[in-house]
């Protein structure tokens, strides 16, 4: 186990069962010559992150991946506390009286979305973020009679890609793209006046898929004519340094929460997340847990709403396929209650100071971001494919290309720099440019 918490209690049950009042007396068979009663000369103190790193045997693939997946550095408590059994083995909290836990950690990781969003209330039923953005323009047909579904053509391909599968068979939608400007690479805002009125539906993705963060405040200013507009977010760490997106006065905050806690493995387990203002909550799809006081007055929770066809009348379900999510939601909840406010802000601008270091580097290599937008810490740049194919045989994945999902942006990579990227990476990617 990579982390063992020991209280002072527990060192003191673990003493008195094998009957020995401190740990010295564990050594007193050895020999007082030979041991040794000096300081240990160890570097340090480090953080978690960099005793690891220490210790990492072998060498490993330089990565500057990103697109809507990201490493970021979890926890050691993380992964020991939430491979308890009693996690492990959680089912949907059907009977409230015997998942009052389920329910907690379902209920904190609502609360915490809720308030890094911005939003009043969310929900944690979402398979991943390109669901949740599905479920959220099917909410949007709900709530109003629309006949246009607009999202940015800087949103994440395959979660437009989903998008379109979801609404394939919905007669009367209609989806439509709103362009980006090649220069800047955030959503062209004059395009976007001319597509926008009382009877479409709007999704934009902050930062976007090129990594620009979007001007909110004046996409706002024009959304605010729409019939329905949300926020998508596919990297969640940015919601510790960039303004949240619910003060932009959207209806929906939905996007990928696997950056908390959840490691990026073979792309997943993802973990989507879905937030709302409180006029729809009843619209939303899933599941929202309530605190309540049981008949002693102690705190309790429950299943204050539940939308599944399951649990409701069939015509009445918002939807039929979502799930709880409840181990990785517990994760994300116990990566922010370790990480904290200040955590958070600190990681975000570890992967924000790195893009720019970054950036900096291929700059002096002549590789310049294609786009003058500002960015949070995934950028793009043009590499040719020779480029790209000696890199890979040096061990050290570049990014992502674009140009099977944009053909106008030929030779485009997108890169990514999160806190798990250190210095000896850029100069290892700079030394075989």
């Known amino acids: ?91 949907t909290p059907y009977q409230p009286e015997i998942s009052q836990g389920t329910l907690q950690a379902i209920f904190e990781f609502q609360s915490m979305m809720a308030r890094l969003t911005g939003m009043d209330a969310a929900n944690a039923s979402m398979y991943d973020g390109a669901t ?67 009877e479409a539906a709007f999704f934009i993705q902050q930062p976007n898929y090129f990594g620009v963060v979007e001007d909110l405040p004046a996409v706002s200013a024009i959304a605010a004519g729409s019939g329905f507009w949300g926020v998508v977010v596919t990297e969640a760490v940015s919601l510790g340094l960039l303004e949240p997106p619910g003060s932009s006065g959207c209806d929906v905050v939905a996007g990928e929460a696997q950056s908390f806690g959840n490691p990026a493995s073979a792309g997943g387990a993802l973990l989507g997340f879905f937030c709302v203002k409180k006029e729809h909550v009843r619209r939303m799809p899933g599941r929202i847990v309530g605190l309540t006081r049981d008949h002693a007055g102690a705190r309790a929770f429950c299943l204050t709403l539940s939308t599944r066809e399951q649990h409701i009348r069939r015509d009445k379900a918002t939807s039929n396929i979502c799930t709880n999510q409840g181990l990785c939601a517990l994760r994300a909840a116990m990566y922010l209650s370790c990480l904290g406010p200040g955590g ?5 601008l570890q992967c924000a100071c790195g893009a720019r270091a970054l950036m900096q580097a291929l700059q002096g290599k002549g590789l310049r971001p294609v786009f003058s937008g500002a960015v949070f810490h995934e950028f793009v740049v043009r590499m040719d494919p020779g480029t790209r ?38 100069l290892c990617l700079t030394r075989h440019l």
């Open 132 to 198: 949740a953005l599905a479920e959220a323009a099917l909410m949007a047909l709900r709530a109003k009679p629309l006949r246009r579904i607009v999202v940015t053509r800087s949103t994440t391909p395959s979660y437009r890609a989903v998008l379109r599968t979801y609404l394939r068979n919905t007669p009367g939608v209609e989806i439509v793209e709103a362009p980006f400007d090649p220069a800047t690479g955030r959503t062209d805002l004059d395009a976007l006046e001319r597509l926008l009125d009382s």
């Open 389 to 426: 194919a000696r890199l890979a045989e040096a061990g050290i994945v570049a990014g992502i290309p674009l140009d099977p999902h944009y053909p106008e942006l030929e030779n485009a990579l997108l890169m990514n720099v999160t806190e798990m990227n250190t210095h000896e990476d850029i």
């Open 1 to 91: 186990m990579a982390f063992l918490p020991t209280s002072p209690d527990d060192l003191h049950e673990l003493l008195s069962t094998v009957g020995i009042r401190d740990a010295e007396e564990l050594f007193a068979r050895i020999p007082e010559h030979v041991r040794f009663r000096g300081r240990l000369r160890v570097d340090g103190p480090m953080d978690e992150l960099a005793l690891r790193r220490m210790f990492r045997a072998g060498a490993s693939a330089v990565v500057f991946l990103g697109g809507g997946v990201y490493r970021h550095y979890i926890p050691a408590a993380l992964d020991a506390l939430s491979s308890r059994q009693e996690f492990l083995t959680a089912y």
């Open 344 to 348: 958070l802000r600190e990681v975000a």
